[in-house]
């Protein structure tokens, strides 16, 4: 393939008729966003749980999603996916311990739980600088690997010029971002999802179908890639474990290592263990607890069992098609393969819907992005040290004009980027260490701000230094620097993500648990106000003591709900992904372990808490 296609007249009305219909929804509810930030930024906390998850699954969606993912695949193989799987443990507190525990606190931002949580010039200076570092430093890298992603598509799909694309992209998703509030954001999400999830399941069919189905696939890849390859890497889940006789060095350079680092240390140590940020922003705009718990739990099952198997079977369709990236396509690398797939099979039409579909996963990213990154900047910077006393409209509007300033810094961090996967390792380096510290602060008083700025600062140092170290190398051997190209070569070994973890979470852990006994404990009136507020459970010693509990600690009976969580979904994950790839056997198994890890969450967490807001409710 040397060309590639012009779009029908049909592809286009479908594209321009999807960019009408998500500018009709801003347009239709930015009076209601406008009224206040409550409004603009949580949808003045009255959504029910369908929505809210359905929101979450389609946020973490973007364009950059199914090319990350082409990339692993064609890369280390599918096992590679456990990059973000290993995230299910830490996301399942999300749903049984944080999602209940955010709504409780009802917060804006989960910035602006700092200064509840902690006191005085540490706590106002962590929210400000958490604001600012997730708002800009960390959106921009984000939003920019998702337009360039996004780029990437329609470079290929439309015949442009990547620029013209990374651009035409911006302009289409700032309008709708400006103009649609978290109102506008959720609602599109619905339909964005529908789109995003149809249109991937029939580029994954067709594929499928192309190269004469499943069986015929694993026969073709074998052919090109040798049996050997393929049983160990491209479709196996797990990768295999080294030999007995590796030396030490040679079983930590080795793909069984780099797994049990990610199943071991990432899932409880990245900055998203308490929710995320803009999945916080969600929790918090539920109507309930129940709402929370529910919508969270839907987000995990979708984004981790129901989403990933299309986007897999087309990229391994892909090896098969593309064993080698054409040359006009080479700057894009391996992620290529997942465009140049629809560009190759999708007729009048289809072709359509599957760039509307991108175009959907990349603006629910972005406009969420924008809204929650505009939202720190005003609640928590804007607001709080600057302006504390203008009214509602004056900070909406104030937030707007942060949406544009954020849109364009983006595009343009994006021109720098070219690895996407590479750029979600630097963010997960970037705050490797925290994750500990944001569990324990609900459920340990003796957890402080200074705890929280030092696991934040020694992530982000170490990260910074190991990056910098790889662009002296890399300018010095006389190639050229590019955002995340290259690894760090330290002791004759090439840092990779799991590497560095090993070096950025023990350092960071140390030096906040240092922090923490070297510096006092917070006062007992801000503990005790916090405790009242949201009532976690957990090791409170005599702040516990004196408060009357109007709620049921969170802890109760976490253990075995965390377990039939991972039960439920992880079985769902690759119990399906084991009946795509024909494993029927092993498919009996592993769903009958997620029917079993459902029926242990339905009885030991759902049926309770609907108990509960049954009582509340007649009691109110």
């Known amino acids: 393939?040397?060309?590639?296609?012009?779009?029908?007249?049909?592809?286009?009305?479908?594209?321009?008729?999807?960019?009408?219909?998500s500018l009709g929804v801003g347009i239709y509810f930015s009076k209601r966003a406008a009224a206040s930030t409550e409004e603009y930024f949580l949808s003045g906390r009255s959504l029910p749980w369908w929505i809210v998850g359905t929101s979450m699954v389609a946020t973490t969606f973007a364009a950059d999603t199914p090319l990350a993912i082409t990339e692993f695949v064609r890369g280390p193989g599918i096992w590679q996916n456990w990059f973000w799987w290993n995230l299910l443990m830490g996301s399942l507190l999300g749903v049984f311990l944080f999602s209940r525990l955010w709504r409780r606190a009802e917060v804006l931002t989960d910035n602006e739980l700092l200064e509840i949580r902690y006191s005085g010039k540490p706590a106002a200076f962590l929210r400000a600088f958490k604001a600012g570092y997730f708002s800009i430093l960390y959106n921009f890298i984000v939003m920019g690997w998702v337009i360039n992603a996004m780029a990437s598509v329609m470079s290929v799909m439309l015949n442009m010029d990547k620029w013209t694309a990374v651009w035409l992209c911006v302009i289409i998703a700032l309008v709708y971002a400006i103009l649609s509030g978290f109102w506008g954001v959720v609602i599109t999400d619905l339909v964005q999802f529908c789109i995003a999830i149809f249109g991937s399941i029939a580029l994954a069919i067709i594929a499928l179908n192309h190269v004469g189905g499943m069986e015929s696939l694993l026969s073709k890849l074998s052919g090109l890639l040798g049996s050997d390859a393929v049983h160990e890497n491209t479709i196996k889940f797990i990768p295999p474990v080294p030999d007995t006789g590796v030396t030490t060095s040679a079983f930590w350079e080795s793909p069984f290592s780099k797994f049990l680092i990610f199943i071991g240390v990432m899932w409880w140590s990245h900055h998203g263990t308490d929710g995320g940020g803009y999945i916080i922003q969600r929790m918090s705009s539920a109507k309930n607890e129940r709402h929370a718990l529910l919508a969270t739990l839907w987000f995990n099952l979708a984004h981790y069992a129901l989403r990933v198997w299309p986007w897999v079977i087309v990229a391994v369709v892909s090896i098969v098609m593309f064993p080698v990236?054409?040359?006009?396509?080479?700057?894009?690398?391996?992620?290529?393969?997942?465009?140049?797939?629809?560009?190759?099979?999708?007729?009048?039409?289809?072709?359509?819907?599957?760039?509307?579909?991108?175009?959907?996963?990349?603006?629910?990213?972005?406009?969420?992005?924008?809204?929650?990154?505009?939202?720190?900047?005003?609640?928590?910077?804007?607001?709080?040290?600057?302006?504390?006393?203008?009214?509602?409209?004056?900070?909406?509007?104030?937030?707007?004009?942060?949406t544009a300033i954020l849109m364009v810094m983006a595009a343009f961090t994006a021109m720098k980027m070219q690895s996407i996967s590479k750029a979600w390792e630097f963010i997960f380096s970037m705050g490797a260490g925290i994750g500990l510290v944001l569990i324990l602060r609900w459920f340990w008083w003796r957890v402080n701000a200074w705890s929280e700025i030092t696991a934040l600062s020694t992530s982000i140092i170490v990260t910074l230094i190991?990056?910098?170290?790889?662009?002296?190398?890399?300018?010095?051997?006389?190639?050229?620097?590019?955002?995340?190209?290259?690894?760090?070569?330290?002791?004759?070994?090439?840092?990779?993500?799991?590497?560095?973890?090993?070096?950025?979470?023990?350092?960071?852990?140390?030096?906040?648990?240092?922090?923490?006994?070297?510096?006092?404990?917070?006062?007992?009136?801000?503990?005790t106000k916090f405790y009242q507020r949201v009532q976690p459970g957990g090791w409170w010693g005599p702040i516990s003591q004196q408060i009357i509990h109007t709620m049921e600690p969170v802890t109760h009976g976490f253990i075995v709900q965390w377990i039939a969580g991972i039960m439920m979904i992880y079985g769902f994950t690759f119990g399906i992904g084991s009946l795509v790839f024909t494993k029927y056997s092993q498919a009996v198994v592993l769903l009958g372990f997620a029917m079993l890890g459902t029926f242990l969450v339905w009885n030991r967490s759902i049926s309770k808490l609907n108990k509960t807001q049954r009582t509340q409710t007649t009691q109110s």
């Open 325 to 402: 990236i054409p040359d006009s396509y080479s700057e894009l690398g391996v992620k290529a393969g997942y465009p140049l797939v629809m560009n190759t099979l999708l007729g009048p039409g289809l072709k359509g819907i599957l760039i509307v579909s991108f175009l959907a996963a990349f603006m629910s990213t972005i406009d969420t992005h924008l809204n929650w990154a505009s939202s720190y900047i005003i609640n928590d910077i804007y607001k709080r040290f600057f302006k504390p006393d203008e009214s509602e409209s004056h900070y909406v509007l104030v937030g707007k004009i942060s």
């Open 466 to 527: 190991l990056e910098t170290i790889a662009g002296i190398q890399t300018i010095q051997a006389g190639n050229e620097y590019t955002l995340f190209g290259s690894a760090p070569v330290l002791f004759g070994i090439s840092l990779q993500i799991h590497h560095k973890l090993m070096i950025i979470v023990p350092l960071a852990v140390t030096a906040w648990i240092a922090a923490t006994f070297f510096t006092k404990p917070e006062p007992n009136e801000i503990l």
């Open 1 to 21: 393939m040397t060309d590639t296609i012009s779009l029908h007249w049909a592809d286009w009305a479908i594209i321009l008729a999807y960019i009408g219909f």
